[in-house]
């Protein structure tokens, strides 16, 4: 019996670097690659892991774009993560999803990111790890 390769993909978008650290450990854990959100999804994906984080208590425009040329044909489920100083970018995210037709899992990925002196030096190894650990959950099996 053939065994069906099961397809991930992550998108992100990050201005400092904090977002686009957590889409990598997400994605090498799923053995795919981490890419900016300027990128369409071409193909089939399963689960879309998509991150974002908070800029003035908004979500960029980048992860607007990406969500309105989203096709739902080429998407099984989508997952959030995000990095933020303060406040809750899967929040957000989510809602522009729900305006576009889109449902998201309601288990979200979320760790500080430093701002200024908030939160200074996350993500940290910790939080990377515990990246890891929920791309990994979402491995064992589809939901």
């Known amino acids: 019996m053939e065994q069906i390769k099961y397809r991930f ?3 992100y978008y990050s201005r400092g670097g904090h977002t686009k650290q957590i889409a990598q450990a997400i994605a ?3 053995g795919c690659e981490a890419v900016p959100t300027s ?3 071409r193909g089939y994906t399963d689960t879309l892991f998509l991150g974002g984080a908070l800029y003035g208590g908004k ?5 607007k774009g990406f969500i309105t040329r989203l096709d739902r044909r080429n998407v099984g489920k989508i997952i959030l993560f ?3 100083a303060m406040g809750d970018p899967c929040k957000k995210i989510r809602k522009i999803l729900e305006e576009k037709g889109f449902l998201a899992e309601t288990e979200t990925f979320l760790c500080k990111g430093s701002f ?3 939160a200074k030096g996350h993500p940290n190894e910790e939080d990377v790890e515990n990246a890891r650990a929920f791309a990994r959950k979402w491995m064992q099996e589809p939901k």
């Open 116 to 118: 200024k002196i908030i």
């Open 59 to 63: 979500i960029d425009d980048s992860i």
């Open 39 to 41: 990128e369409r999804v």
């Open 82 to 84: 995000g990095t933020a």
């Open 28 to 30: 090498q854990e799923l």
């Open 9 to 11: 993909g992550v998108r």
